[in-house]
């Protein structure tokens, strides 16, 4: 018999899952190391989460140019000996920097662990940061900076985080190529030798790991010896602005940028989960409500997103999309009137259970893999979550309720102390009669 093709498929329910993490292990040094193991593949990735980033840094970009450069050479081997070796190795590391620590990872053979690893910890313990290979670096940077100051998606993002954090504060840094070319090999000493200590580090070790592995950890790792306290987290002092708009203008630009963002709690506080389902029915997936809106029906824009974004010291929600500059005072006015829906109506209960499976199936994912498993885990050293916040997150979902997400609505999303900045052309921009 044929499919009827008209009637969608039944929905199952995911039925009950949950993450339990595993209390690290001690090495003999002193650092904690969280394994992830349930891997086929012979594989695994190591990764250190060492305290040191955006907050940590005296000069733009200089936590992101270390965390490159500590891998231009080292006491014993040059950057192209370092760049061979991995090659030849199959491995493949990479370095993220957050707000409070740098993620570091090798991800590797299990064969070739005990070649690769001695490479990756002697990089980070004493890289010599040579001078030729440094220049190299400041000039991809610089490129890449150079570019990315063209887009008005980045203009817009940079002013954005000046008006919410304070023009003074770490994330609202808007390095120039200027910025990046006075960086010298002493800001990477000076960055290095405060903060890539053995007392800093926290790792996470995932893959189809045996006793053979840990073992190479214990060897490479373990001589690895602190010298101090570890360095405490900080939060720099948050001094928003009292400019609550702004339209930034960039000539010759075809789109305008559109960022918002709202001011809410961090993750660990008891309103954070409820409001990330909020804002996911707002516009946290393809079927949310400014996609269906501004996108489907009205044709404003490609896409549009709303996320919320807790750090371990604040959360904010974020809006943002790219537009035809015609369209820009329409696609404002449309994220208000579906803001203020989610304020003065109760979301349909077929439409909140749609939301509630995205985001279940979204979290069921993590489990996929060990690696997924590991970076989860890695959330508690850059977010501030903690070892039951996956199981707390799936259950607060299951449960929400319609007049529990408006009361929070109510109680957040409030579209006076919402920050907006256009990036765009003025000259093509229309005019508003309401500014």
Known sequence: MPIDRSIPPPFTDFGDFSLKVPDPIILSNGMKMWIASNGEEEINKLSIYMTGGAFQE?????????????????????????????????????????????????????????????????????PTFPDNEFETLKRQLTVNCA???????????????????????????????????????EHMRSFH????????????????????????????????????????????????????????????????????????????????????ILVTVLGGYFGSRLMKNIREEKGYTYGISANHSGRAFDGYIGI???????????????IHNEIKRLRDELIPQHELETVKRHMLSDLAKTLDT???????????FCYGT???????????????????????????????QLRTVIACDKNILPKNDNL
């Not at 060990?370 to 508690?380: E, K, T, V």
């Not at 070892?387 to 999303?413: G, H, K, M, W």
Request: charged content about 20%; proline content about 6%; aromatic content about 10%.
């Open 58 to 126: 005296s000069r733009p970009t200089q936590a992101t140019a270390c965390s490159i450069a500590v891998f231009n050479g080292n006491n014993k081997m040059s950057y192209s000996q370092i760049a061979e070796a991995i090659d030849f190795y199959g491995a493949w590391r990479a370095a993220q920097v957050y707000d409070n620590c740098t993620a570091f990872s090798i991800s590797s053979l299990n064969d070739n662990f005990d070649k690769t690893l001695p490479i990756f910890i002697e990089s980070l313990r004493t």
């Open 147 to 185: 570019m990315a100051r063209e887009k008005v998606k980045y203009i817009a993002n940079k002013e954005i985080m000046k008006l919410y954090y304070g023009k003074s504060h770490s994330l609202a840094t808007d390095p120039t190529p200027e910025d990046i070319n006075s960086l010298t090999g």
């Open 193 to 276: 030798a405060s903060f890539y200590k053995a007392q800093n580090c926290n790792l996470v070790f995932a893959g189809n790991i045996s006793d053979k592995e840990i073992a190479t950890v214990e060897t490479v790792v373990g001589e690895w010896m602190p010298d101090g306290a570890p360095t405490p987290q900080v939060e720099p002092p948050f001094t928003p602005s009292d400019e609550m708009f702004k339209i930034v203008d960039k000539q010759g630009a075809v789109q305008s940028a559109i960022v918002m963002m709202l001011k809410t709690v961090p993750r660990r506080h008891p309103d954070y989960f409820k409001l990330r």
């Open 320 to 334: 943002a999309t790219e537009c035809d500059t015609r369209h820009t005072w329409n696609v404002i006015n449309e």
């Open 370 to 380: 060990p690696f997924n498993i590991a970076s989860y885990i890695g959330n508690m």
């Open 386 to 416: 903690y070892p039951t916040y996956f199981n707390d997150q799936v259950q607060e979902i299951r449960n929400v309720t319609s007049q529990q997400l408006q009361d929070i609505a109510r109680c957040y999303l409030d579209t006076t």
